[in-house]
Each structure stands twice: as structure tokens, then as C-alpha cells.
């Protein structure tokens, strides 16, 4: 109801001076009444479809709040009603002023219509930057939006984007490093709060050719914990002694002195950090983190700043002097795995022994195979290398296995698991199991039943674990887990396929059946449709660290169906026909390329909307490969609804009010949209682009054509009102009050005039009072309405898949082959309102709104977009859709011009 209070607002500031006239000279009361009708004219266009917008997604934010008793829905729906009822007058009436407005000419000089007004003000926002947000997603973890794209208007560049997001989100990045490629280089940030950095916090923009910023996405925290304020170290320091049972413990300060203490701890920078590294922790605490050495350990404390308490700890190895170079030699080695191989050794001698370091430093990044004895040394005395030990613990596949997968991402531009050609240590160890440790940034592999857990598959993963956690620091477990986990499964399978083909079951050398099915989830009790049969609960973190290893079979199926192809049916019955496919290694290099984009609470979402951002960037919006990539996304449920082709797309929209009936021709190619309406009186066409602020009207009548570039937002014109008009009103009414004060003191005035004063004053000053005050209140409302402006993601409106999925469900009547073609849903409320969509067509309600300048939802996707469950067809048979046709006519060019071409 803010718009309402805004609109109140105006009206009675309106009213009061209208009654404050009879005391204003007439050139002031000329400007006020101006003034006054200038606000008025601007705020009676640009309500209406804010109003219902916000009507929309209020009651139907409500509706999900409130459970569904039938009264309530039935309160609700009648509301709904109403709403859409306001939609269509209000609609009416906002071409009916448009086409007047542009139909006379206004003079160059003043800034007289709203149109020549808001525009400046339009153009004067773009200096500042302002980033739209186009794709639909919004954070979990705060209400910061997970990803936007920008105008291109906006040539924002990163600096400005920095600040952007400060002053609208009130967080402080900076930045951490720079990924991708030259033409298309993508910035990681971190995020600081009371200038500490924040664990778990990540963002990332891409850059377009020219340098400035395309799109940016990530997760970051909203936090306002003030900082506690340092205790002092030597308080903390008696909790770490404490905590580590080390009563002596000393703490030494950087740079280390050469001689030092067997124990001792060295402090760092203060980090905020969620409750145990737990992202969805409604509480994130300023650490103070203390890494801690002894003999064979480094573990880091994270303590309360505060108080000392023990909020996580970590082990942390500090990384080991890679081997000195030495001469290396080929040998032939058996593996266990992969049969007989020739690895790169290091010959040394040893006690005037000739021995080997399992070792190869001949090219970056080294392996070296530590001896799981001491975890330090890499040195074997058997010159033959026939040892079984070695052959039947892996060692000889960890070398082996690991440099294949060092090679391969080589090729793929990436140098070592860091891309910092960082030496590569692995070990054996005693349990049952393959891993890497973040923390050590070392390999470590285990035996199951005799056999060494080091395919070349697994070698393969681990590494890609390494990889991933250099470029988002996924947290381990819940969704961002198993996608760490599917994202190793991918590429460790594709260096298994390069060097000797293998299948689809991970493991099953090992393991009877194998521990995974790329090809077939299901086989193995893994999910092959998002949030479906075998899905684990990501929250569960006492089944497999909530599932991470279990809901892996999502992105490995979308993997294999992309570099296999398929057709089937989903858990969800929805149909897919997969036929092109993508060489495996191009489709590594895509979810490479897409890697630094994500962050350490992504999840299948994300990485979904990445892979196609990435696909769009390197393949072209409209190309079959990201066209097969969305498909094999609605394929395993990440996507809900059916990829559509990318064409043009040209109909008619039939709106009627009963008696009346009025056309509307729209084409839409790309992100290009034109509308031409034929009335008595002329032809109005607007056009614009979905990703850009503006529009465009072109009137054809009698008097000629006009031209007129309009905002499609109402914030800069509200913005404008309550910006310029408000204060000038104010100055208008001081110097008027100062007036009457000197006159009323000045000796000559006349008792009558002086009587009149005593009385008007106080009026004035309780005016001017109210004006102040109600400038404040509309500044706190437009805040609000700007708000309001940020599209309501799907994510955001549906809260979870599972209500989205029930609401089809529970409301979907009747099905029909829209114009023989398009598969279309009928839902029915419970108070009769219906309509017909599709989510066979690429475009939504709002794009409809093309026509409606200063519609909020013509900018934006906004919460209708998601209620109608795709384009709406004919909605209460107050429009109805027709004569679609997939394609847009050949002078589509001239069409989205300013040119009188109307058809
Ligand atoms: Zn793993």
C-alpha cells in the first residue's frame, strides 16, 4: 500500500496549497499550481501498474503466509479480482494519455511533459551505477540477489559496480583475483565486513569485451554485527592454551625466528565465519584465527573475538619445498589399474645405494608420492620398481594417475590444482577411501578389499577437487557439496575416456557395481531428477554430509546426456529428446570456464544458470550446444520447464472490455520487442529491449508522427518529484513565511493586515512543518518502491520447487494444444479467475506490458510473471493470444525503429 500513501501524500500537498493560494503572489501561485499539477499528471500515469503489481505479489506473498483456509483464499482471490480489473482500466487509460501526450508536440526548451522530464532524469541515473537485475535469482543466505545482468548503457565498470553494491546492499568487496579468459575475464571478490574478511562469501563479475561489466553473481552475507571490539591477544591467548591443552603454549610473530619452539602458535587476521562453517548459521561471529604448530600437526582455531570460544578449528599443513631437481629417467612400472606404464622417476643415492624418488619433477607441476610412513619422503630403494607393496598399495597410480590428470588440466590452461603449478603430493593412507584435503593441499588414497581407490577416474576426481576448491572453496556438504562431488566425477571421467576409454560406472574395478552411475543414477539408489526419487535431504548432514556423494548423479547425469544424448522421462514426467551432443573435453572446458563463477554455497541451481550464462557467452544465445545444455537441464529437473527454440515470435493480443476490441500486433526477436495498436485516431508503436531502461513510442495521426523516448520504470519520475519539486516548494513557502514574518513586523503595516498575518502565520508554519515532514516520508516510501522494483526471483515467490510443483498440481483443470501446437495449461482458482499459459513460449506477461510506459513490470519480471506459470494465452478472455507465428517479417529491423514503419 505504499504507492497509495505516496499518492495520498501528493494529493493533500496539492489540496493544502490550493487553499495556501490566496496568500501567494501570482507568479508563485502559478508555479505552485504547476508544480502541483505536474505531480499530480506524473503520478496518476504512473501508478496504476504499480499498483497492481504490488497488489499481486503482496496478496499472493500473503496467500502462501497465511495457509490456505478456503476463507481466506476466497478473500484473497476476490481481491485478485479487483486488481485485475484496475489492470485493464488502468491500462486503457495509460495509452489513452500516452497517445495524447505524444500527440502534441512539447516545446524543446521546457521540460513541460513527463516523458522530456523523467527521461533526464532517466539518463542522469545512468551515470550512477545501477545494475539491472535480469536473471532470476536472489540469495538464500540474504536478500542480496545471486546474480545480475547490467545494462548496457549502464558501462559500469567494475570500480563502479563496487560501489554500487555498497550503496544498495551496503556490502564492501574486494577483489580476490582474476579468472577467464582475455576476452571475457572474470573479477572474484570477497566480502569484508568492519573491514574483516568473511568466510563463505563470494561474487563474481564477467566483463565484456570492452572492459566493462556484463553480469555478476555469487553469494554474499548480510550482516550487521558490529565488530565486538578486539580482546586483547593475551586473553585469547589463555583460551588457546586452554583449548589445545598446551599450558605453555608461546605465540610467535611474523617473520618466525630460525630457531624455534617445537609448539607454538602464530595469530592472524580477524575472519567472520559462520557458526561452525555452517552457511545457513543464523549467526556469524568475528573469529580471531590462530594457527597452531607441534610436532607433525598444523591446525588453526578459529576463537571468539570476544569471549575465546572455540567457534571451528582446521588442520592446515603447510606446504612442503618441492624436490630439488634431479635427473629424471623413464621406467616401466606395473600399476594396478592401468596395466604396465612408463613413469618419469628420480634416481638418487642413498647410504652409496642407488635408489628412486617416486617423484617426477621433469616438468611443472611435480608429483611426488610420499611414503605413508612419515608422510615426508618420497624415497624407495627398490631400483627394479617390481615392489608388490608399491604396486598393490597405488603408489605407482597415484604417479601415473596423477600426472594424466595434472597433463589434462594443463590443456585446459589450468597449471597444477592452484593454477599456481603448486607440486602435487600423495599418499597412501589406512582407510577405506579417496580424498583431498583443502587444508594440507595434499592426495590421499586408501584400499578396499586389497585393491588400491586410485583408478584413474578417481585420480582424476580428486585432483578436480583440488581444482574447485581453488576457484569456489565449496563447503563440503549439502547441495554445494555434491556438486563439488559431480563436478570431480565429470572430469575425472573425462581423463579416464582420454587415455583408455572406460564407462560410466565409477569404480566398478573396484567395487562390485561401482560407488556411482553417470549413465543411470537410478541403478545405484542416486537421483536422477532433482529433488525426486533417491533424493537426499541436503540438510541431513548425517546421510553422506546431506547427500553430497548421493545427489552427485544429478550433474552426472546432465553430463552424460549431454556428451551421449538420450530421450526419456523424468521423475517428474516430463519428456526429453536429447539428440545433439558435445565432445566431452569441450564440455570440461565449459564447466571450467564456468568455475570461478560459483562460490562456496553454490548449488545446482547456480551452477545451472552459469553453465548457460557460459554457453551464451561462448556459443551464442540462440546456438543448438546451449540449447542442449538447457535441455538436458530440464532433463534432470534443475530446469522445470522445456527449454523453447530460439526464434522470432510475432501474434496478436485481442484484448476486450465486452464491447469493445482492440489489437495489438507484438513481434519479439532476441531481446527486441515491438508493439503496434491501430486506433481510430492513428497507430502507436512503442519498442524497446527487454535489457535496457527505456522505450521508445512512435505516433502516427493527423498532426504527423512523434517521437518520444519514455522510461519504463516510474522511480526516476517519483524519484524526480519528490527530488526537485517537493524541495522548490519548500523554498517557495519559506521565503513566502519570511515575507509575511517581516511584514508583520515591519511598523507601517496596518492593524487589519497585521491581524490577518497573526492568523496565517501559524498556518504557514504548520504547512511548511508538513511538508518537511511528508518529504521525509515519501524519500522512506520511494526507498520502499525501489524496493519493490527488484524483481521477485522465482526462487523468492515459490520458496521451494516442491510448492511450485503443487500449485500445477492443485490447479491445473484442463490441458490443449494452443493452435495445434503449443502444449497449454488451464488454471483454475478457486473463485473461478482463470487463464491459459504455456511454458512453451519464451516470453511472459510482462513482456506484454511493452506497451505501458512507467510499468515497473515491463522492466522486470515481477511476481505475475511467476503466478501465470509461463506466457499467458488468454487470461479471463480479457485478451486472448492469436495467430502465433514463429518468426518475426524481414523488416523486423525497421520495425524496432523510430521509422513510421507499422507493419
Ligand atoms: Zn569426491
Redesign the pocket.
Known amino acids: 500500500m505504499t504507492i497509495k500513501s505516496l499518492f495520498i501524500l501528493f494529493f493533500c500537498l496539492s489540496a493544502t496549497g490550493a487553499s495556501w493560494s490566496q496568500q501567494l503572489s501570482p507568479a508563485q501561485q502559478a508555479e505552485l499550481e504547476h508544480l502541483s499539477r505536474e505531480a499530480q499528471a506524473e503520478l496518476t500515469k504512473a501508478l496504476a501498474p504499480g499498483h497492481m503489481a504490488r497488489l499481486f505479489d503482496e496478496q499472493i506473498q500473503e496467500a502462501r503466509k497465511s495457509g490456505t483456509t478456503p476463507a481466506q483464499i476466497k478473500a484473497l482471490e476476490s481481491a485478485k479480482t479487483d486488481a485485475l480489473r484496475q489492470l485493464r482500466a488502468n491500462r486503457q487509460e495509460a495509452a489513452r494519455q500516452n497517445t495524447q501526450a505524444d500527440s502534441e508536440p512539447a516545446p524543446t526548451d521546457t521540460p513541460d511533459k513527463a516523458g522530456v522530464n523523467s527521461v533526464g532524469a532517466l539518463k542522469n541515473r545512468l551515470t550512477h551505477p545501477v545494475p539491472v537485475i535480469y536473471d532470476e535469482q536472489e540469495g538464500r543466505y540474504s536478500h542480496i540477489p545471486r546474480a545480475f545482468r547490467v545494462y548496457a548503457e549502464a558501462k559500469l565498470t567494475p570500480e563502479k559496480w563496487v560501489a554500487f553494491m555498497h550503496q544498495q546492499y551496503g556490502v564492501t568487496l574486494r577483489e580476490k583475483g582474476r579468472f577467464g579468459t582475455k576476452q571475457t575475464p572474470v573479477l572474484q571478490y570477497e566480502q569484508l565486513h568492519k573491514s574483516y574478511v568473511v568466510r563463505l562469501a563470494r561474487y563474481s563479475i564477467t566483463l565484456d569485451n570492452t572492459g566493462y561489466v556484463n553480469r555478476a553473481s555469487g553469494t554474499l552475507f548480510a550482516l550487521t554485527a558490529p565488530d565486538p571490539g578486539p580482546a586483547t591477544t593475551q586473553t585469547l591467548l589463555l583460551a588457546l592454551r586452554r583449548a589445545t591443552q598446551q599450558p605453555t603454549l608461546p605465540l610467535l610473530t611474523d617473520p618466525l625466528p630460525s630457531q624455534r619452539p617445537p609448539a607454538y602458535a602464530q595469530a592472524e587476521a580477524p575472519m567472520w565465519v559462520p557458526t561452525n562453517l555452517e552457511p545457513t548459521a543464523k549467526q556469524t561471529v568475528l573469529t580471531r584465527p590462530f594457527t597452531v604448530t607441534t610436532p607433525g600437526q598444523v591446525v588453526r582455531w578459529y576463537l571468539d573475538a570476544q569471549t575465546g570460544r572455540v567457534v571451528a578449528s582446521e588442520n592446515r599443513l603447510f606446504d612442503c619445498t618441492p624436490p630439488a631437481p634431479r635427473k629424471a629417467v623413464r621406467r616401466m612400472v606395473s600399476t594396478f589399474h592401468s596395466g604396465r606404464k612408463a613413469v618419469t622417476l628420480e634416481p638418487v643415492y642413498y647410504n652409496n645405494k642407488p635408489s628412486f624418488y617416486l617423484a617426477d619433477s621433469s616438468e611443472t607441476p611435480a608429483v611426488v608420492v610420499l611414503s605413508p610412513e612419515n608422510e615426508t619422503s618420497a624415497q624407495h630403494t627398490d631400483t627394479s620398481l617390481t615392489d608388490a607393496k608399491l604396486r598393490v598399495r597405488g603408489d605407482f597410480d597415484a604417479l601415473y594417475g596423477l600426472r594424466r590428470a595434472a597433463t589434462y588440466f594443463k590443456t585446459m590452461g589450468i597449471n597444477s590444482f592452484d593454477d599456481a603449478g603448486t607440486t602435487i603430493r600423495a599418499t597412501a593412507f589406512d582407510r577405506v577411501n ?3 584435503s583443502p587444508s594440507t593441499k595434499q592426495f590421499y588414497f586408501g584400499m578396499y578389499e586389497g585393491k588400491p581407490l586410485l583408478t584413474l577416474l578417481v585420480a582424476g ?2 585432483f578436480t ?1 583440488g581444482v574447485s576448491d581453488h576457484y569456489t572453496d565449496f563447503v563440503a556438504r549439502g547441495e554445494p557439496g555434491a556438486l ?2 559431480s563436478i ?2 565429470m572430469l575425472g571421467r573425462a581423463i579416464e575416456q582420454q587415455v583408455m576409454g572406460g564407462n560410466w560406472v565409477i569404480l566398478d574395478e573396484v567395487v562390485p557395481n561401482g560407488l556411482r552411475s553417470m549413465s543411470d543414477p537410478k541403478t545405484l539408489k542416486h537421483p536422477d531428477t532433482y529433488g525426486e526419487t533417491f533424493w537426499a535431504n541436503p540438510g541431513n548432514l548425517k546421510v553422506d554430509e546431506g547427500g ?2 548421493i545427489n552427485a548423479g544429478i550433474g552426472n547425469r546432465w553430463f552424460y546426456l549431454l556428451v551421449n544424448g538420450g530421450k526419456g522421462q523424468n521423475d517428474l514426467k516430463h519428456s526429453y529428446d536429447i539428440q545433439t551432443t558435445i565432445p566431452i573435453h569441450e564440455l570440461t572446458k565449459l564447466v571450467l570456464t564456468t568455475l570461478p563463477k560459483l562460490g562456496p554455497t553454490s548449488g545446482y541451481d547456480d551452477f545451472c544458470r552459469e553453465t548457460i550464462a557460459t554457453a551464451e557467452g561462448q556459443y551464442g544465445e540462440c546456438s543448438k550446444r546451449t540449447h542442449t545444455i538447457k535441455q538436458a537441464w530440464y532433463a534432470v529437473g534443475v530446469l522445470d520447464d522445456p527449454p523453447v527454440p530460439c526464434s522470432g515470435w510475432s501474434f496478436d493480443m485481442v484484448a476486450s472490455n465486452g464491447t469493445e476490441q482492440q489489437v495489438t500486433r507484438f513481434y519479439f526477436r532476441g531481446d527486441s520487442a515491438v508493439a503496434v495498436t491501430r486506433t481510430p485516431d492513428g497507430i502507436l508503436k512503442s519498442f524497446a529491449r527487454r535489457s535496457s531502461p527505456t522505450m521508445t513510442a512512435v505516433v502516427q495521426n493527423t498532426d504527423g508522427v512523434n517521437v518520444t523516448e519514455l522510461p519504463k520504470s516510474i522511480t526516476p519520475v517519483v524519484k524526480q518529484a519528490v527530488e526537485e519539486t517537493l524541495p522548490a516548494l519548500e523554498v517557495a513557502m519559506s521565503a513566502e513565511l519570511e515575507k509575511a514574518r517581516t511584514e508583520r513586523n515591519t511598523l507601517g503595516t496596518s492593524p487589519e493586515r497585521r491581524a490577518t498575518l497573526d492568523k496565517g502565520i501559524p498556518v504557514m508554519e504548520k504547512f511548511l512543518r508538513d511538508l518537511k515532514q511528508g518529504r521525509a516520508k515519501a524519500q522512506k516510501t520511494l526507498d520502499t518502491l525501489q524496493q519493490g522494483e527488484v524483481p521477485v526471483s522465482a526462487m523468492t515467490f515459490w520458496e521451494t520447487r516442491q510448492v511450485r510443483r503443487n500449485f500445477d498440481k492443485q490447479h491445473i483443470k484442463a490441458y490443449q494444444k494452443y493452435e495445434n501446437k503449443y502444449e497449454a495449461s488451464k488454471y483454475v482458482m478457486q473463485n473461478g479467475i482463470y487463464w491459459w499459459s504455456t511454458t512453451r513460449i519464451p516470453l511472459r506477461m510482462s513482456d506484454l506490458m511493452i506497451m505501458i510506459p512507467y510499468s515497473p513490470v515491463t522492466q522486470m519480471r515481477n511476481g505475475l510473471d511467476h503466478w501465470l506459470r509461463g506466457f499467458p494465452l488468454d487470461y479471463l478472455g480479457m485478451f486472448k493470444i492469436k495467430n502465433i507465428r514463429e518468426h518475426v517479417p524481414v523488416n523486423f529491423d525497421a520495425l524496432f525503429s523510430t521509422a513510421p514503419v507499422f507493419q
Open positions: 579417496a580424498s583431498y576426481h580428486e577437487h563439488h562431488e570431480a566425477d553430497v556423494h
